[in-house]
Nanobody, 122 residues
Framework: QVQLVESGGGLVQAGGSLRLSCAASGSILSINPMGWFRQAPGKQRELVATMTSRGVTNYTDSVKGRFTISRDNAEKTVYLQMNSLKPDDTAVYYC????????????????WGQGTLVTVSS
């Protein structure tokens, strides 16, 4: 069974930094793309950043210049370096991946992690 496990969330003051990690496990043939979404209280889930296996990135406008996504394809892990954090960044951050697996036939699964809470104080 494919799983995504996030870590690295916590409490940080405005202007500080955090680094999130997400490791995929299971019998995985491909992960493309892989990245992060977030959901703040009372708001809809939104894309934060994604990266393809070849390094093409996509960021939401509100985090450009502050957040950096990276991947270690060999370890099936994605990271999100978050700098200059703002209170508006407070949310549960979810790892997301499009995963190719063998389950009878070849299948593409949309997989979500359990989430890690980031709280930015003012």
């Amino acid at each position: 069974q494919v799983q995504l496990v996030e870590s690295g969330g916590g409490l940080v003051q405005a202007g500080g930094s955090l680094r999130l990690s997400c490791a995929a496990s299971g019998s995985i043939l491909s992960i493309n793309p892989m990245g992060w979404f977030r959901q703040a209280p009372g708001k809809q889930r939104e894309l934060v950043a994604t990266m393809t296996s070849r390094g093409v990135t996509n960021y939401t406008d509100s985090v450009k210049g502050r957040f950096t996504i990276s991947r270690d394809n060999a370890e099936k892990t994605v990271y999100l370096q978050m700098n200059s954090l703002k209170p508006d960044d407070t949310a549960v951050y979810y790892c997301n991946a499009r995963v190719g697996v063998i389950d009878g036939g070849y299948r593409i699964l949309e997989v979500w992690g359990q989430g890690t809470l980031v709280t930015v104080s003012s």
